[in-house]
């Protein structure tokens, strides 16, 4: 396939109809048609995706040593010729990648990673969210409070005449 791709551009002929992305998470390269919007196109990757793999964040085109160029969801995808590539950059979601000079450097959110942490992020990924006990017991909590609320303004409610009657018989 990139032989076919060298040969046509080296005969001079047009660039291809279509634009070329890889993925770098799953390693798969995925075309668009010209002119296709960048989160559009990281969208359609994301689908494809198995589950635990890290969604991309946004497609950047690299060559060498050179600066990336990053593009925003609503810049449209373009090749910018000989040696650059369009490909996904993936961001996990307790980690941070910070760009120094042409090198990516990953931070790490917390203090240090335990099996039981890591248990619960791949639970999280696979399931989208996490129902603890905490959060349930939240949630119970709520409505306790609201029916209590409830409870309290029904008896004010009831009462209220014989309070008024009292008040205004005292004065």
Known sequence: MEEEETQ????????????????KASGKVTRFAAGTEAGFAVRMINKKLVIGVAP???IEAVKGEEEPISFGHTAVLVDYGEGWKLQTVHEDAD??????????????GGMGTSSS?????????????????????KVLLAFCFIFLIGGVLTFI????????????TSL
């Open 8 to 23: 046509h551009r080296s005969s001079g002929a047009p660039a291809p109809p279509y634009i070329e992305v890889n993925c």
């Open 56 to 58: 991309a964040s946004y």
């Open 95 to 108: 980690h941070e990648i910070r760009r120094v000079g042409s090198f990516d450097r990953r931070v790490h």
């Open 117 to 137: 942490t890591i248990f619960q992020q791949k639970r999280t990924i696979a399931t989208g969210f996490e129902f603890s006990l905490q959060y349930i017991g």
């Open 157 to 168: 409610l009831e009462n209220l005449p014989s309070l008024i009657s009292s008040v205004s």
